[in-house]
Each structure stands twice: as structure tokens, then as C-alpha cells.
């Protein structure tokens, strides 16, 4: 059976203004894959090459994905999205087929951007990631093989995202490969009131609701927090009156009780 089935080429629906924050990001994504993938010509005039692989690194619910769905969706391409730990046991004893498959879908499809998600469990240089490390080899040494046979200047361009920046093999980082790196901060509180902005925009607050208050009292909080801090502010609301018209800040307040950072270990990256 071929695993190609299983590739799904998704048109992700996030834009940059689902983003908070970020700005650099953004920027930087825009640079290294939209103007490639979009204006390949003129980088050919001016004899830029653009990077072949970009890595995002950063905590773990701070926007990596989001990032990646957005500018493949910003650069009106495609999206193959492969979980690292998918690659070892989603085809099992096929691995390195599926990589060629993965590649060869992309091409077919293209402009498309593939995201290696979580993919310090399939590079990890101390081979202790997948388990087998024989197949975390070979996975790699495909994935190596795949990119390096890859031009320049392509409709296909490829993202990977860690939280472990440290364990990954070095082949994967040289020149040629994954050799742009993008640092995707933890929020700081212009950046916690922008994820606050983007989350509650379809929520009727009530004018006792200040997000400027919320974003400097998150400190430590990520995207995937003040996420879960919206939508409990809402949940308790309704918990007290299936009726009610709006959020308060006490539900706010509540909500900030209740969901605490679930990660805090910028200093490892
Ligand atoms: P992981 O390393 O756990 O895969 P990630 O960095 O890829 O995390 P995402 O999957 O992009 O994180 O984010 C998880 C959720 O958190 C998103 O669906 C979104 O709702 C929210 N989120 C994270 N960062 C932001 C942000 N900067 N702006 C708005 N929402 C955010």
C-alpha cells in the first residue's frame, strides 16, 4: 500500500493577523519562503539564494505552527504537515519511503511548504529520540538526501519547528539544508496583548474587560496559554449563567487562577 494516501496537502486558513506578535518572525519568514516562493525570478536577478530549510525554535505554544500555516497560506502554497514521531511508526519499516513520498507529494502539489514538526525526534544527534536509532538514521539520511537534491530556488520550500535546538543532528543544520534559523520568543506583554487581541475578537467583552491588564499580568504565560485563558473566561461565564450577554474581568481573573503557564524554560533555548 502506498503511504502517499496518508499525505494530506492542506490550504491552512491562518493568516498573520491570527498571529500575535511576532513581528520578526514574520518578517523573517516572509524573506526566507513568500518572496522566494512568489517572485523567484527577481532573486534569480539579483542572485540571491534563498535558504533551502528554516528552522523555528522556541517553547513549546508559542506559535511555531501557526507561524508555518501562515506563510504557506501567505504565499497562496500548499502545506504537508509530518509529525517527527510520525515518520517512525506511521510507516513503520518504510520510513525512508515515506520521505521520498512526502518530497515527491510536495512537488506534485507545489507551491507547497513541508513542516517537520517536532523534528528533534528524528534528528536528535545523541540517537536517543526515536527508540531505534538505526531508523532515526536512515530517516535522516533521506531527509538529508531529499534536501540536498533539492534546487535553490524552488516552489517547494521546507520548515521545520524544535523545542530542543540543542539535540539536533548537526548534519541537519549546515549550509544548504536547514540553515536559516528563526527564534520564536515567549511572549513579552506588548506581545501577550496582542495574543489577548487576537483571541478575544470574536468574544463580546464587557467594558470592565482591560487586555493591557491581562498582558501584564500573564508574565510567563505563551500563545497556548492566553489561548486557554480566553476560552476558560468564556467557559466559566457560562458556567454561572448560560444567559450571560458577556465576559467579565472577574471571569477573567478566574480563568488566570485557574491556567498557569505550562512552560517556563526559555532559558534552555
Ligand atoms: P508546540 O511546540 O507545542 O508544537 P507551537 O509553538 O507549534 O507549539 P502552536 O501550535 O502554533 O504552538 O500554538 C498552539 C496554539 O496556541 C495555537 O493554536 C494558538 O491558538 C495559540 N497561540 C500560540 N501562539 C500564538 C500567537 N503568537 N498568537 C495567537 N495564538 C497563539
Same mark, same amino acid.
Given at each position: ?8 496537502? +492542506? ?24 518572496? !522566494?516562493? #512568489? ?68 512537488? +506534485?502539489? $507545489?507551491? &507547497? ?14 540517537? /536517543? @529520540?526515536?527508540? /531505534?536509532?538505526?531508523? &532515526? +538514521?536512515?530517516?535522516?539520511? +533521506? ?14 520550500? *521546507?520548515?521545520?519547528? &524544535?523545542?530542543?535546538? /540543542?539535540?539536533?543532528? !548537526? @548534519? ?9 534559523? *528563526? ?10 496583548? $496582542? ?5 478575544? #475578537?470574536?468574544?463580546?467583552?464587557? #467594558?470592565?474587560?482591560?487586555?493591557? #491588564? ?8 505563551? @500563545? ?15 458556567? /454561572? ?13 478566574? $480563568? ?11 532559558? &534552555?533555548?
Amino acid at each position: 500500500p502506498s503511504a502517499l494516501r496518508e499525505i494530506l496537502v +492542506q490550504i491552512p486558513d491562518i493568516g498573520w493577523n491570527d498571529i500575535g506578535g511576532l513581528d520578526d518572525a514574520k518578517q523573517e519568514l516572509k524573506e526566507a519562503i513568500e518572496w !522566494p516562493l #512568489k517572485h523567484p525570478e527577481t532573486f534569480e536577478k539579483f542572485g540571491v539564494k534563498p535558504p533551502k530549510g528554516t528552522l523555528l525554535f522556541g517553547s513549546p505554544g508559542t506559535g511555531k505552527t501557526l507561524l508555518a500555516k501562515a506563510v504557506a497560506n501567505e504565499s497562496e502554497a500548499n502545506f504537508i504537515t509530518v509529525k517527527g514521531p510520525e515518520l517512525l511508526s506511521k510507516w513503520v519499516g518504510e520510513s525512508e519511503k515515506g520521505v521520498r513520498e512526502i518530497f515527491r507529494k510536495a512537488r +506534485q502539489t $507545489a507551491p &507547497t511548504v513541508i513542516f517537520f514538526d517536532e523534528i528533534d525526534s528524528i534528528a536528535n544527534a545523541r540517537g /536517543d @529520540g526515536g527508540g /531505534d536509532s538505526g531508523v &532515526t +538514521q536512515r530517516v535522516v539520511n +533521506q531527509l538529508l538526501t531529499e534536501i540536498d537534491g533539492m534546487e535553490e530556488l524552488r516552489d517547494v520550500a *521546507i520548515i521545520a519547528a &524544535t523545542n530542543r535546538p /540543542d539535540i539536533i543532528d !548537526p @548534519g541537519l543544520m549546515r549550509p544548504g539544508r536547514f540553515d536559516r534559523h *528563526i527564534k520564536v520568543e515567549n511572549p513579552n506583554e506588548k506581545g501577550r496583548l $496582542a495574543i489577548f487581541k487576537v483571541h478575544s #475578537k470574536d468574544m463580546p467583552l464587557a #467594558k470592565d474587560v482591560k487586555l493591557e #491588564k491581562l498582558a501584564k499580568n500573564t508574565d510567563g504565560y505563551v @500563545g497556548a496559554d492566553i489561548e486557554a485563558v480566553c476560552r476558560e473566561a468564556a467557559m466559566l461565564t457560562l458556567r /454561572d449563567n448560560l444567559e450571560a450577554e458577556e465576559v467579565t474581568m472577574k471571569y477573567f481573573n478566574k $480563568a488566570m487562577e485557574k491556567v498557569k503557564p505550562a512552560y517556563n524554560s526559555e532559558e &534552555t533555548l
